[in-house]
């Protein structure tokens, strides 16, 4: 008598279905990770642009705010600017201040008065979407001759910030 290893329906026990479902759940759990991540770095990503782009127009400001000193007559402090729209970028927006710190004794000593120095602070504000801001402020020192024209403009400190 030969007995048969194979059982009948009513004697299957459902393993393989289980460890299936269970493996399905896994696969699931894993997918749901994987979309939530990406998801993640996708809005990160977007806010690092932001960011970018209110870093442009921030610097935007501050090479403004530098030609408008160059452009002013001596001793002469440009206005403020108010709120502007950032050519070529929608939604991004500018603004820069100008203040002046004082005349460079030093400058004026070592040239017998044949040079003048001033020193000069810009702050400038980038402002993007979603709110991402940043502000560049400098120091500014700007050398010009006994007749008033610009010799000279250089940096001489630079700090920036980040506010989103």
Same mark, same amino acid.
Request: hydrophobic share 45%; proline share 4%.
């Given at each position: 008598?030969?007995?048969?290893?194979?059982?009948?329906?009513?004697?299957? @026990?459902?393993?393989?279905?289980?460890?299936? !479902?269970?493996?399905?759940? !896994?696969?699931?759990?894993? $997918?749901?990770?994987?979309?939530?991540?990406?998801?993640?770095?996708?809005?990160?990503?977007?806010? #690092?642009?932001?960011? $970018?782009?209110?870093?442009? $127009?921030? #610097?935007?400001?501050? @090479? !403004?705010?530098?030609?408008?000193?160059?452009?002013?007559?001596?001793?002469?402090?440009?206005?403020?600017?108010?709120?502007?729209?950032?050519?070529?970028? @929608?939604?991004?927006?500018?603004?820069?201040?100008?203040?002046?710190?004082?005349?460079?004794? &030093?400058?004026?000593?070592?040239?017998?008065?044949?040079? @003048?120095?001033?020193?000069?602070?810009?702050?400038?504000?980038?402002?993007?979407? =979603?709110?991402? =801001?940043?502000?560049?402020?400098?120091?500014?020192?700007?050398? =010009?001759?006994?007749?008033?024209? &610009?010799?000279?403009?250089?940096?001489?400190?630079?700090? =920036?910030?980040?506010?989103?």
């Amino acid at each position: 008598m030969c007995h048969s290893a194979e059982r009948t329906p009513s004697q299957q @026990s459902g393993v393989a279905l289980f460890a299936a !479902l269970i493996l399905l759940g !896994l696969l699931s759990s894993l $997918a749901v990770v994987a979309l939530q991540s990406s998801a993640l770095e996708l809005s990160m990503s977007a806010a #690092e642009q932001f960011r $970018a782009r209110a870093f442009e $127009a921030a #610097e935007a400001g501050q @090479s !403004l705010a530098t030609q408008a000193l160059q452009n002013s007559p001596a001793g002469a402090v440009p206005a403020d600017t108010p709120t502007t729209p950032m050519p070529g970028m @929608s939604g991004d927006s500018l603004q820069y201040s100008l203040r002046l710190i004082g005349a460079d004794p &030093l400058i004026a000593q070592r040239s017998d008065g044949a040079l @003048s120095g001033a020193h000069y602070t810009l702050s400038s504000r980038g402002e993007s979407l =979603r709110g991402a =801001r940043v502000d560049i402020e400098s120091g500014l020192l700007l050398i =010009r001759d006994a007749a008033g024209n &610009l010799l000279d403009a250089r940096t001489t400190w630079w700090r =920036r910030s980040d506010l989103d």
